[in-house]
């Protein structure tokens, strides 16, 4: 069985990466608007990624005969003034959803919840590569700077994600 705590922790969880869902979705609709739909790509295969996590947590709760909550999910931004800026703020978000991580890690330790602690694995997994692959565009774009040529290509590379 999970403990409240716990079980209120993972239901704000799920609720925090269905909104993660959504800000991807976001963002793949700005990259439309800018006609770069490669980038858009990456964002909207992101955004079906962040609703397999909601489900992985909301099976945990299923599992350990918890109850689940669906609350509100909240709007996100719509605009960015560059792709850069986009791909800052998802680095951003992402930094923040690892913190999230790591707490319910910590809260599960401390209430000896040895099985939401090694479902978290994944989770601190996931978040190096989350973490590194939006990094990783921030300084792709920074680089490419100005350089529609190299703004054109990246998009193309981003063109090729598909959902796994
Ligand atoms: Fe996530
Ligand atoms: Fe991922």
């Known amino acids: 069985m999970l403990n409240k705590k716990i079980e209120n922790a993972i239901n704000k969880q799920i609720n925090a990466e269905l909104w993660s869902a959504y800000l991807y979705l976001s963002m793949s609709a700005y990259f439309e608007s800018i006609n770069l739909g490669g980038f858009a790509n990456w964002m909207r295969v992101q955004a079906q990624e962040e609703v397999g996590h909601a489900m992985r947590f909301y099976n945990h709760v299923i599992e350990r005969r918890g109850r689940v ?69 921030v300084q792709k774009l920074k680089m490419i700077s100005t350089n529609t040529g190299g703004l054109y290509m990246l998009d193309r590379e981003l063109s090729q994600r598909k959902t796994k």
């Not at 703020?89 to 040895?114: C, L, P, R, S, Y």
């Open 69 to 137: 909550t669906v609350s509100a999910i909240t709007a996100p931004p719509m605009h960015w003034k560059s792709p850069l800026n986009a791909f800052e703020d998802a680095f951003k978000h992402e930094q923040k959803v690892t913190g999230m991580i790591n707490d319910i890690v910590t809260m599960a330790a401390a209430e000896k919840d040895h099985a939401t602690v090694n479902m978290l694995q994944w989770f601190i997994a996931e978040q190096v590569e989350e973490e590194l692959s939006t990094n990783t565009f």
